[in-house]
């Protein structure tokens, strides 16, 4: 793919990539980037959040490669299409950052947004053999009936192959975890990707504390699990929603610049 990665900006001029829905998009990622970075979850200049372009299902939002979290604004997300070339915006995706959530979007049309982040936690539970959860814990028993587990770590992502195998390993879910790798949050909006990013590294630091203290862990019984976790999507998308609000609203008296 020799065009991968250039700039097509000209192409932007077709299409109408300013509207409303796309601004408030582009304010709702870089929000859930700074906080992320403000909690310790990005990692060096690596790791990408991804979003569907509103009213563009051929086209998707994702960091420049060379900001960390803590950089990124709305104006400075780029928005690329699925054969790698760059519609509106300065610089690239980093390579994986594309190879993964081209295919992503594109094969889980669901997958709306693309959350991935070696946060320690949850990458934690990712290095350990058989399956992350124990399922004790009350806050992990929102991934209850939504994880999936990819065993088979294939290196790094440097092509569309290895990124529409990550793709089909997520299926339907909203968690994967990619063994020897790290996790992989899926989810209709970008609200609901962060909120489950944010409990799934709580729910793997609470989980990996008590394996800490050397005694057995109890776990939750499978039909008592299944119905907390039914329980806890019931009005998930407006709880949600209204976590990513109150993050907008810290970051505007924190860090006000994020919208810009």
């Known amino acids: 793919m020799a065009h991968a990665f250039a700039s097509t900006t000209a192409a932007a001029r077709h299409l109408d990539l300013d509207t409303p829905a796309i601004r408030q998009a582009r304010i709702d990622l870089a929000a859930c980037f700074r906080m992320a970075a403000r909690l310790g979850l990005g990692e060096g200049i690596c790791n990408h959040f991804s979003f569907v372009v509103p009213g563009h299902d051929e086209l998707f939002l994702v960091n420049p490669y060379g900001l960390a979290f803590a950089e990124v604004t709305a104006s400075s997300l780029l928005i690329c299409d699925f054969d790698g070339g760059v519609v509106m915006g300065e610089g690239a995706p980093e390579a994986t950052a594309f190879h993964i959530h081209a295919q992503l979007h594109r094969l889980n049309p669901g997958a709306r947004a693309a959350f991935h982040t070696h946060m320690p936690n949850a990458t934690a539970l990712c290095l350990l053999e058989g399956e992350p959860f124990v399922w004790a814990g009350q806050t992990a028993l929102k991934f209850y009936d939504r994880l999936s587990v990819d065993e088979d770590y294939n290196g790094l992502a440097l092509d569309a192959t290895e990124g529409e195998r990550i793709a089909r390993a997520a299926r339907d ?3 994967v975890m990619l063994k020897n790798h790290g996790p992989l949050v899926l989810g209709p909006s970008i609200a609901e990707a962060w909120d489950d990013l944010y409990y799934l590294e709580r729910a793997a630091e609470v989980q990996l504390k008590a394996m800490a203290s050397g005694r ?10 299944h119905a907390a976790c039914q329980q806890m999507l019931q009005g998930n998308a407006d709880s949600a929603r ?16 994020y919208r810009d």
Request: a positive charge; zero cysteines.
């Open 173 to 175: 879910a909203a968690v």
């Open 216 to 225: 057995p862990l109890k776990p939750v019984a499978p039909a008592i699990a």
């Open 242 to 257: 209204l976590h990513l609000e109150s993050v907008k609203r810290q970051l505007l008296r924190l860090e006000p610049d």
